[in-house]
């Protein structure tokens, strides 16, 4: 998302300086179709634009239709929380067991937090870092060599990284912490390199859109090249750096299938980083192959919860990207 | 953009602290620039170790499943059909079955995306309904595959009744897809000249004529970069077509039959870890046809900046 | 790249595929679909591979939901012709008026790693093992080891053998690693010196040694005769209005080339070991 609208071309920015909103709206300088009855083209050709301007914008709120149909969907099949589990035995409880009508999802809200804070406190430093390396120190061989790595990593499916977790890491963590090794720990370790390639390269959009003029005026006042890293670059695309973590915060959130093979899945409260715990993701996938009646609906319930931490998420980069270009 | 001030920023590294060792006379001030130049050196040191490990996991990752999955790959692990309990034999079914329900997913997403960034690139004004349509794409974008697992299975195919099937999957995918390509979409759009759009206006096109005709084609390599990095997102997706396409091992003829797609082949192999064997075959040729779609998004790139 | 027209081309094409996926819906195959428990799946997966390619024209769709679901899909939603199942009906689901296959034996061997002394637990010790009451081998009569305890997930068919043979209504430690499948649970005790799981007789390899239950070994004899308590039968479901087509492929599943081969190779023993095809 940041990828698209906090880094702004410089030339168009300097071109457009009373543009509002995410883009310089090309639009403004163009012909519109109120304005087209003054050209000599024929009505049936006005009525063809019309008509395809609705096409366009019947296409364009698919999204929109879209997002609203999931949460819709997924909200109506997890109404039943209220009326069959109470609200707040379901958000609050502790106590997560089939067989008894069970159904707290607080230890799947800790496992989730405990797993992305892990995984965001090992992976978005070296994810920026990476991202300073790329934009402020490599040369352009080891860019090129870097650039397309990363980018690959991001391809990399997210059960390839489950399944090298399962097959590397977790006998890895095992050996070294005892245990089973499945938990949070392994989590962490295979989370973040799966989200280290998001922020780095939404990082590096962000830092690639700091105007070179200031680096340079840095440079004039003597600072090293660290110096204006550190106080220069970095506080001017700082937005874009906590939107790209937020971004890859999102994404540690909502990994299902790695997370799964990795964790553990044992649906206690988070004791210990080599102690198996479960996620909201997981536990979905666990349960939904043979959920039924109010499990069903806990477990909508529980995606629904995964679907507004995401929304949130979007709304703070959102609001952030705003803050940050009024100040 | 960066190209422009590449050379501007390699002679500045090069020039900037050095330059000032030159002026500096004062002995304290030439140790605090000593001090200062230690620094400097010791975090770009920190930075070249971070991008070093990020480098090292990527090969670290890509050896590993090469190195395993290797020894499996043959004609025969390709075209032929897994049998038996623990899936001996091949992935063909599986690898049909991935290519048709992203094929059928880029159908239904691509018109859509395509035209939906059109219209916020060229038609719409700014105003709420753009910062509601870009809102709801960032969303859509950032919704976690399991929510949009579970909105396909109580959607498609228990609301609408459609079997477990391509179709069921391609529309979970396309909406997974719709704002990947959206986005890649209105960038291209954008980056087109407005020049080449006066130049059009100029000889008396209308609004449509100039976006199919001068537009669009301008933007093409892009967009098509765009499908090919959303076609490798929607191969590598387990949890969306887990919930929506079953995972009968079929080979799929029409979009209502079922089938099995590659990840979701290699998450039930590694998840019950009996044929760890075929497992890394899967991975690897998982992992191949992605990077393949990533050399091809790279080459449509090149071939377009030559042509510019 | 002159025009949009790729772009008209590609709906046009959509179109296309939408009308022949819907005229696909009339040709003359019949699908028999098989749906429910995930430890029998792999068996009517590979008999419906084998029987589609004997018969052709039918395909045998299969899908492993667990055992309750496969039972509504049968019984209740009809979406599918066979269920399986690999535990008894529930009193609920008898009033379905379903009919009940046996078409293998499972036992459910508790396995442990070779370096373990251990040879022989009573159920109670099992229990309590699983409960979090005893957490140390020491405790019976091993090394003074940690217990390191292994689950499959609920939906899993062995899990719920065992909960009812072991278990009973005492509650599973929650602190056991839950993983979903025989394999990785295999693998994880052949690496953990400490560790416990359970897994079908048939997996058992020279990786981990499995345990005699009350003394008594789950040898394929003892769990035949069901003599080895952790012993049960996994079910086919069907309605009275079968198809001539899935009868068929239940007669096949019962016949000797699937209850000597993929039976075995799932790692159930034959629920008739001699005779052939039975009514």
Known sequence: ?327 | MRDMFSEDRERLKELGPGAMDKTARNEAKRARLLKERLANNTALAVLWVAAGITVAALILIILYVVINGAPMISPKFIFTWPHGVSAKGGIWPTIISTLYVTGLAMLIATPVAVLAAVYLAEYAKQGRIVTVIRFAADSLASVPSIVMGLFGLAFFVEAFHLPMSMLSAALALSLLMLPIIMRATEEAIRAVPRYIRWGSYGLGATQWQTVSRVVLPWAMPRIITGLVLAMGRAIGETAVVFYTMGMAINMPLTPLESGRSMAVHLYLLAVDGINLKAAYGTALMLMLMIFLLNMFARYIQRRYRKVR | ?279
């Open chain 3, 1 to 279: 790249m002159r025009s949009v027209r790729p772009a008209v081309a590609l709906l046009l094409a959509l179109m296309l595929t939408g009308a022949l996926g819907l005229s696909g819906c009339t040709k003359g195959s019949t699908d028999i679909v098989v749906s429910g428990s995930t430890t029998v799946e792999p068996i009517a997966e590979v008999a419906g591979e084998d029987y589609a390619k004997a018969h052709p024209g039918v395909s045998v769709l299969v899908s492993g939901l667990g055992s309750s679901a496969g039972i509504e899909a049968v019984g209740v939603t009809r979406t599918a012709d066979i269920g399986t199942s690999s535990r008894d009906l529930k009193d609920n689901e008898k009033k379905l008026g379903l009919e009940v296959i046996p078409i293998a034996h499972d036992g459910i061997a508790v396995v442990v790693n070779p370096a373990n002394p251990v040879r022989n637990l009573t159920l109670a010790q099992l229990r309590d093992i699983y409960a979090g009451k005893i957490t140390n081998w020491k405790e019976v009569g091993g090394d003074d080891v940690p217990i390191t305890l292994v689950n499959r997930d609920e939906s899993s068919g062995t899990r719920d053998a065992f909960t009812k043979f072991v278990m009973g209504d005492t509650a599973f430690n929650l602190d056991a690693v839950v993983l979903p499948g025989t394999g990785q649970v295999r693998e994880v005790i052949r690496r953990t010196k400490g560790a416990v799981g359970y897994i079908s007789e048939g997996f058992v390899n020279g990786q981990v040694r499995a345990l005699a239950v009350d003394g008594i070994t789950p040898s394929p004899a003892n769990i035949a005769s069901e003599k080895y308590p952790l012993s049960r039968k996994l079910y086919f479901l069907v309605r009275k209005d079968l198809s001539p087509e899935a009868q068929g492929y239940v007669d096949y599943v019962l016949s000797d080339a699937i209850q000597e081969g993929a039976v075995r190779e799932a790692g159930y023993l034959p629920v008739n070991p001699k005779g052939g095809p039975r009514k």
């Open chain 1, 1 to 327: 998302m940041s990828a698209a609208y906090t880094p702004q071309p410089l030339t168009q920015q300097t071109l457009h300086p009373e543009d509002e909103g995410p883009f310089p709206d090309l639009a403004q300088t163009q012909p519109r179709h109120k304005t087209a009855a003054l050209t000599l083209v024929s009505r049936a050709t006005q009525i063809k634009e019309r008509g395809l301007l609705l096409l366009f914008f019947a296409c364009a709120i698919v999204a929109v239709l879209g997002v609203v149909l999931i949460f819709a969907f997924v909200a109506y099949q997890a109404s039943g929380v209220f009326p069959n589990i109470g609200f707040l035995k379901f958000i609050t409880g502790t106590k997560w067991s089939v067989a008894h009508s069970q159904f707290g999802v607080v230890p799947f809200i800790v496992g989730s937090v405990v797993v992305t804070i892990g995984a965001l406190a090992i992976g978005a430093p070296l994810a920026i870092m990476t991202a300073l390396f790329l934009s402020e120190v490599a040369g352009p061989r080891a860019r090129a060599v870097i650039r397309p790595a990363v980018e690959l990593l991001a391809g990399i499916p997210s059960v390839v990284y489950g399944f090298f977790g399962v097959t590397v890491v977790a006998p890895l963590v095992a050996r070294l912490f005892g245990g089973a090794g499945f938990g949070p720990l392994t989590a962490w370790i295979v989370l973040s390199i799966m989200i280290v390639p998001t922020i780095a390269m939404l990082s590096e959009d962000a830092l690639d859109s700091i105007p070179m003029g200031i680096r340079e005026a840095s440079f004039a006042m003597g600072a090293t090249q660290w110096q204006t890293i550190y106080k220069v670059v970095l506080p001017a695309a700082k937005i874009g750096i906590i939107d790209a973590v937020i971004l890859g915060m999102g994404r540690a959130i909502g990994e299902t299938m790695a997370v799964l093979m990795i964790v553990g899945n044992a649906p206690q409260m988070f004791a210990g980083l080599t102690k198996p715990i479960a996620t909201l993701t997981s536990q979905i996938v666990l349960g939904m192959s043979y959920a039924a009646d109010d499990f069903r609906t806990a477990l909508f319930g529980m995606a629904a919860l995964l679907f507004l931490i995401s929304m949130c998420l979007v709304l703070i980069v959102r609001l952030l990207s705003r803050t940050g270009k009024e100040g």
